[in-house]
């Protein structure tokens, strides 16, 4: 009797750490450079699918297994090319474009930039027969929307404000034309994640809300002074226009621009973080 249940103890203690080591496989991403998450994207074999509680897009949520790791991505094929878009508010565009391609082009951008710690990885995949992009699925407890909506207030707003002036710094660089309150999501530690770029990268040489732009991260400032137009589109040019990059190069002169000119006035101190 008593070898039986130390033979039932074994068990389950044997049980237990599968599953907990299970649960840190599918849990701990921190563990995974973005090289292998890339990689994970590319190749893991999708196992499962669900839709997006959110998003107009036709976002689908799903579950990735390489038989060690398990884990979730977010799926968006949306390909819109329209000569006139007229919204539901009564506002029209002009060439309007909804598209996959520019979440992956945005990624590109912000490996580029010192933005992509703010990004989870997107690749190119496809799925049910369309291209897409797939990205990284994140744990997040709420997003900016439902922060707002329910009046939480930050813990820490001076970090808070570091985070969003990079957000924004990073906006304006892409043009995103629909860069709403659902597309900044909120970890549980109050890190801030951007996400859907589906309607940036508009051929605009000018800034859409110039009075975003208050300070900006001291390597993101260099990284945009280094950024070339050349690089850009051998990285970029197959989700990219030739129209598209130039605007890109072009808003970055402003955006450098009105930095050195905010340094020279009130000290890089005052600028820079």
């Not at 897009?57 to 398990?70: A, F, H, P």
């Not at 009564?90 to 010192?114: C, P, Q, W």
């Not at 629909?178 to 530690?189: E, G, K, Q, R």
């Amino acid at each position: 009797m008593f070898k039986l249940q130390q033979s039932w103890l074994r068990l389950l203690l044997v049980t237990l750490l599968c599953f907990l080591y299970s649960r840190a496989l599918t849990a701990d991403d921190a563990a995974l450079t973005k090289e292998q998450i890339k990689q994970f994207l590319l190749t893991a074999k999708i196992v499962g699918s669900h839709g997006s509680k959110k998003g107009v897009t036709d976002t689908q949520r799903l579950t990735l297994s390489d038989g060690t790791i398990t884990h979730d991505a977010s799926f968006q094929a949306i390909e819109e090319h329209t000569p006139l878009k007229k919204f539901a508010d009564g506002h029209t565009e002009v060439r309007f474009v909804d598209s996959y391609k520019y979440n992956i082009a945005a990624y590109v951008l912000a490996e580029m930039v010192g933005f992509d710690d703010m990004m989870p990885v997107y690749v190119e995949r496809k799925y049910q027969g369309k291209n897409g992009s797939l990205s990284w699925w994140l744990p997040v407890k709420m997003d900016e929307a439902e922060r707002v909506t329910k009046k939480i207030e930050v813990p820490d707003p001076d970090a808070w404000n570091l985070q969003m002036y990079k957000v924004r710094v990073f906006d304006e660089l892409v043009y995103d034309n629909d860069p709403n309150l659902t597309n900044v999501l909120i970890s549980a530690d109050w890190k801030i994640w951007r996400i859907d770029f589906s309607r940036a990268f508009r051929t605009f040489h000018a800034l859409k809300d110039p009075k975003d732009l208050v300070r900006c991260d001291r390597h993101m400032f260099e990284q945009l002074k280094a950024l070339n137009g050349d690089e850009l589109t051998a990285k970029a040019k197959s989700y990219l226009t030739k129209d598209e990059i130039q605007a890109v190069m072009a808003r970055r002169d402003i955006i450098v621009q009105f930095f050195q000119k905010k340094i020279t006035e009130k000290g890089e101190a005052e600028v820079l973080f």
